[in-house]
Nanobody
Framework: QVQLVESGGGLVQAGGSLRLSCAAS????????MGWFRQAPGKEREFVAA????????NYADSVKGRFTISRDNAKNTVYLQMNSLKPEDTAVYYC???????????????WGQGTQVTVSS
């Protein structure tokens, strides 16, 4: 069993930055691919970023590419999402997820955090 806890959300002005953290339990954390997703009010959940178990492969949604950076520290069982140049359209609840498979399998994984709210004002 893997338990994920997100933190770091908040309210910021457009152009500002936030760093989200996702702390994971479980001795097999380093073998899991990790990802971030978000869901805005009235919208479907969408992919944001993902990172492979070793950190060598990273994928980003086109909407955040160049602004967001995903990273992981396996020694701390934590994955991060650094968000720069934030826009109002980035407002959403952000969730992290983990998968024992590859990056493509993250969305269907049963391991999800409860989410952290990010609000970006104009």
């Amino acid at each position: 069993q893997v338990q994920l806890v997100e933190s770091g959300g908040g309210l910021v002005q457009a152009g500002g930055s936030l760093r989200l953290s996702c702390a994971a339990s479980g001795r097999t954390f380093s073998s899991y691919a990790m990802g971030w997703f978000r869901q805005a009010p009235g919208k479907e959940r969408e992919f944001v970023a993902a990172i492979s178990w070793g950190g060598a492969s990273r994928n980003y949604a086109d909407s955040v590419k160049g602004r967001f950076t995903i990273s992981r520290d396996n020694a701390k069982n934590t994955v991060y999402l650094q968000m720069n140049s934030l826009k109002p359209e980035d407002t959403a609840v952000y969730y992290c997820a983990a998968s024992g498979g590859n990056i493509a399998s993250i969305a269907s994984s049963p391991y999800w955090g409860q989410g952290t709210q990010v609000t970006v004002s104009s």
